[in-house]
């Protein structure tokens, strides 16, 4: 049981180019989301899925894009990269417990993403 | 606007000593709130919860207290030990859904 897995660890960009951040999870979670992390400002939600071809907007979803076509998988791509964009990205996964709220997330270690 | 904010950016204890992180959050529709912890390099680790129908919550050295009174939320690490220096967060969820607002963190540094 691997958990999350992301990758690429480190990617640099330049500005313009696209790239997909990867994530996967064999926990069998309905629940998975994307983070990302600056200095002095905790972790921000950019899009989430509650499952399978269901997808929505967070905190910061502006320039990056997401799809869900299976429970596993939940691709971010940033589809022209801005240096605003540079930053530890997270992804994270949880499933429904039938009480009302979802387990607490499991994240990923990140993929570190640098756009000059 | 409403967010989840901490008292203190940097916490340094002696090993073996208590430690106490502190969290103010403002939005009282929260209802369940999370402590979590995360070492260099590595994603957040889960911690502790606790929903808001409850003050107190115990888990293995650590404790969570929940104020909602004051809108206050603690950690807090008994016997801190090397392996506990990391950056602390606490986070809110306001119902299912899980959409957390996560606060800035806090450092913890333990000396030997």
């Known amino acids: 049981n691997a958990g999350v897995t992301q990758t690429p660890k480190f990617q640099v960009l330049k500005t313009g180019q696209s790239m997909t951040l990867q994530c996967a999870q064999d926990?069998?979670?309905?629940?998975m989301s994307w983070y990302r992390q600056d200095p002095g400002m905790g972790l921000r939600l950019i899009h989430y899925s509650v499952g399978a071809g269901i997808t929505d907007q967070g905190e910061v979803p502006n320039g990056y894009n997401v799809s869900r076509s299976t429970t596993e998988d939940f691709p971010l791509r940033l589809l022209s990269a801005a240096p605003s964009q540079t930053s530890v990205y997270f992804c994270?996964?949880?499933?429904?417990?039938?009480?009302?709220?979802?387990?607490?997330?499991?994240f990923g270690n990140g993929t570190r993403l640098t756009v000059t | 606007g409403e967010s989840v904010g901490l008292h203190l950016p940097t916490l340094s204890v002696q090993e073996g000593d208590n430690s106490i992180i502190n969290c103010a959050y403002s939005n009282s529709a929260s209802d369940y709130f999370i402590w979590y912890k995360q070492e260099s390099g590595k994603g957040p680790q889960f911690i502790i919860d606790?929903?808001?129908?409850?003050d107190k919550r115990q888990g293995q050295r650590v404790t969570v207290l929940l104020n909602k009174t004051v809108k206050h939320l603690s950690l807090q690490i008994a016997a801190t030990q090397p392996g506990d220096s990391a950056v602390y967060f606490c986070a809110e969820n306001r119902g299912a859904g899980n959409m957390l607002t996560f606060g800035g963190g806090t450092r913890l540094m333990v000396k030997p």
């Open positions: 926990m069998n979670h309905e629940y």
């Open positions: 994270a996964s949880s499933y429904f417990s039938g009480t009302g709220y979802n387990s607490p997330l499991h």
């Open positions: 606790i929903r808001s129908n409850m």
